[in-house]
């Protein structure tokens, strides 16, 4: 559900501006239009400042800090710390490029061993002239000359290493290609290796020093985000009686009305509040159950309702849960998932991550329902106790068929419910006259299905059915653009009736995915269990065939939930974005509505 919001005009003195959204970011209950103003350059940098400081603290609480008993916590002020860290990223980035430079330098050099550049500068102020080979061992004596003075200096890989000194004036006799000597020898660049990864190590101590207390740098963001939003509020004040006056636009919650217009009455101001918004669009906020509240991110993923129609959350949620249930559809996972989420909750006190640790409670449960339903467990099915047989025994259907109609059915049932939602939002913004023909479609739609599955059973009242089924047709046809030429509505209706059809019938077949992304996790698990227990009873050895049949059952297990979880995420969430979105005629674009507060207050 929206909250309804109250939109409140007010005028204050320009003098009294400063003060007075002072005192309302005090009280922290209301919503502050800013619209399409363009802010200036102090409320740009300290935008930019709290998105910098947004991504340095997202970074550092993404570190997982090894020995943190030898990390020295970093007793500094936020803005220095900022600082430090930004260094230590810079000169870290430096030293990997470094690293990998050398790296590379090594390898070439690894082959010619030890020397010393000292050594050869030496040999040159002698007029000795050192030229550098490479030749494989078993051709080093037969291509040497008796005449050349020859020093060997390394033996790699079947290759030797080896210079060869000319000597003032005398001829070089050696038809072998020369090779370039490298800058440094082996030994000098692992030294140098090893200094540069003691440089990185020492910036990655500071870079988790300051992770420790990067809660400080969070808190700093409040204050500039703070400060920013003071700055967009009083820039956002339209001037009134020739600049005199500012004028605000307020939003607040129905909830909070008493308690802004106590807050309004006891400042020097002049304020009007308006109830029914008539063409604007209020920031949005949500209100829903706990259970509800948890699939809200998820809903965000998408858009915000615009403010005139109604919420989905409250129907995506079950949805999504039965069919994220119905893609992992075992029992084991499900297990395995509440399990873990309810582990991680004790032990996580994190207000913004222990929401998405109920949610995986929820969707662990969807799962060890459909496991249930199904009779599978870690891939193993029990044939002789399905429930999802019975589905199959009632309607004559073939092995597997069940899971297949209970899918359609799922499908049918959330489309069903867009369409209702569709008729609500038409009816809240337009008027029922102009909900009729949808109404009509809803009829055709359920009656047609009675007529399918009970027209035997049902005797003489089927024949009212028909007649229901036919006004509805007509209305259908004919009234489905109220106040346009008869003519006109017949060609839009068949227009219509031929994109409904076709489009109901594509968006019905969409949910066959949530039956074969559950059968296939099935089949999945199902393979990974025969293959550990053929593999553990080839090895033939007590103790080790059970170990491989473990090691093969955990990354098999492992890989399959890893898979089908990605998939039973997606695929709902295509459901219910596509098919469920566009049968409710959802058209969103909301924006969110943002507390105008001090830090921390909100």
């Known amino acids: 559900m929206i909250h309804r919001m109250v939109k409140y005009d007010v005028l204050v003195y320009r003098n009294d501006i400063d003060v007075f959204l002072n005192a309302l970011q005090d009280m922290g209950a209301s919503h502050v239009e800013t619209g399409e103003t363009k802010f200036d350059t102090e409320t740009t940098v300290l935008l930019k400042k709290a998105?910098?400081?947004?991504?340095?603290?997202?970074?550092?609480?993404?570190?997982?800090?090894?020995?943190?008993?030898?990390?020295?916590?970093?007793?500094?002020?936020?803005?220095?710390?900022?600082?430090?860290?930004?260094?230590?990223?810079?000169?870290?980035?430096?030293?990997?490029?470094?690293?990998?430079?050398?790296?590379?330098?090594?390898?070439?050099?690894?082959?010619?061993?030890?020397?010393?550049?000292?050594?050869?500068?030496?040999?040159?102020?002698?007029?000795?002239?050192?030229h550098f080979y490479s030749v494989n061992e078993k051709y080093f004596d037969k291509n040497l000359s008796q005449n050349q003075l020859v020093c060997e200096m390394n033996r790699y890989e079947g290759r030797v290493y080896f210079a060869v000194i000319q000597e003032d004036g005398r001829e070089l006799d050696f038809d072998l290609p020369e090779t370039k000597l490298p800058a440094a020898s082996y030994i000098e660049l692992s030294d140098e290796l090893k200094r540069l990864e003691n440089d990185d190590s020492k910036c990655r101590k500071i870079i988790a020093g300051i992770a420790i207390v990067a809660d400080t740098i969070e808190a700093e963001r409040k204050k500039i985000l703070e400060k920013a939003d003071f700055g967009m509020a009083k820039q956002s004040a339209s001037d009134a009686a020739d600049g005199y006056v500012k004028r605000l636009t307020i939003w607040a919650p129905r909830m909070s009305r008493a308690t802004i217009e106590v807050f309004l009455d006891r400042h020097p101001v002049i304020w009007i509040d308006e109830v029914r918004v008539a063409d604007e669009q209020p920031p949005i906020m949500l209100r829903n159950n706990n259970f509800a509240k948890l699939f809200e991110p998820i809903t965000k993923l998408y858009s915000l309702p615009n403010y005139r129609e109604i919420d989905l959350t409250p129907m995506l949620a079950p949805f999504f849960m039965l069919f994220f249930g119905f893609c992992l559809g075992d029992g084991g996972y499900g297990l395995?998932?509440?399990?873990?989420?309810?582990?991680?909750?004790?032990?996580?006190?994190?207000?913004?991550?222990?929401?998405?640790?109920?949610?995986?409670?929820?969707?662990?449960?969807?799962?060890?329902?459909?496991?249930?339903?199904?009779?599978?467990?870690?891939?193993?099915?029990?044939?002789?106790?399905?429930?999802?047989?019975?589905?199959?025994?009632?309607?004559?259907?073939?092995?597997?068929?069940?899971?297949?109609?209970?899918?359609?059915?799922?499908?049918?049932?959330?489309?069903?419910?867009?369409?209702?939602?569709?008729?609500?939002?038409?009816?809240?913004?337009?008027?029922?006259?102009?909900?009729?023909?949808?109404?009509?479609?809803?009829?055709?739609?359920?009656?047609?299905?009675?007529?399918?599955?009970?027209?035997?059973?049902?005797?003489?009242?089927?024949?009212?059915?028909?007649?229901?089924?036919a006004a509805a047709a007509l209305t259908a046809l004919l009234y489905n653009s109220p106040g346009k030429n008869p003519a006109a509505n017949i060609g839009a209706g068949l227009w219509t009736a031929y994109n409904t059809v076709s489009g109901l019938l594509g968006d019905l077949l969409s949910y066959i995915r949530l039956f074969a992304l559950g059968m296939t996790g099935g089949i999945l698990g199902g393979v990974f269990n025969t293959i550990a227990l053929d593999a553990g009873q080839s090895v033939g050895l007590p103790v080790v065939d059970v170990l491989v049949t473990i090691v093969i059952l955990l990354f098999g297990h492992g890989l399959n939930i890893t898979l089908n979880m990605l998939g039973a995420f997606v695929h709902p969430m295509r459901l219910t974005f596509v098919e469920f979105y566009k049968n409710a005629g959802f058209s969103g674009g909301g924006r969110p509505f943002k507390y105008f507060a001090k830090a921390g207050s909100k």
């Open 336 to 469: 395995f998932i509440l399990t873990l989420a309810s582990i991680l909750k004790l032990k996580i006190k994190s207000e913004s991550i222990r929401p998405f640790l109920s949610l995986a409670q929820w969707l662990g449960g969807g799962t060890m329902l459909f496991g249930f339903i199904t009779a599978t467990f870690f891939g193993i099915t029990f044939n002789d106790i399905k429930p999802d047989k019975i589905i199959e025994q009632r309607l004559g259907l073939q092995e597997n068929y069940g899971m297949l109609f209970f899918s359609l059915i799922l499908g049918c049932v959330q489309i069903i419910a867009g369409m209702c939602i569709n008729v609500a939002n038409i009816v809240i913004i337009r008027g029922w006259k102009y909900a009729m023909a949808n109404i009509a479609w809803i009829v055709m739609v359920l009656g047609g299905a009675a007529c399918y599955f009970a027209g035997d059973q049902m005797g003489r009242a089927v024949y009212a059915l028909y007649g229901l089924l």
């Open 51 to 130: 998105e910098k400081y947004q991504t340095i603290y997202n970074a550092l609480k993404a570190i997982e800090i090894e020995n943190a008993g030898e990390v020295e916590t970093i007793d500094a002020d936020p803005k220095t710390l900022v600082e430090m860290y930004e260094n230590a990223v810079e000169k870290r980035s430096n030293i990997d490029a470094a690293i990998k430079k050398i790296e590379k330098d090594i390898e070439e050099a690894r082959p010619w061993d030890e020397f010393d550049r000292h050594d050869i500068e030496k040999l040159k102020q002698l007029n000795l002239i050192p």
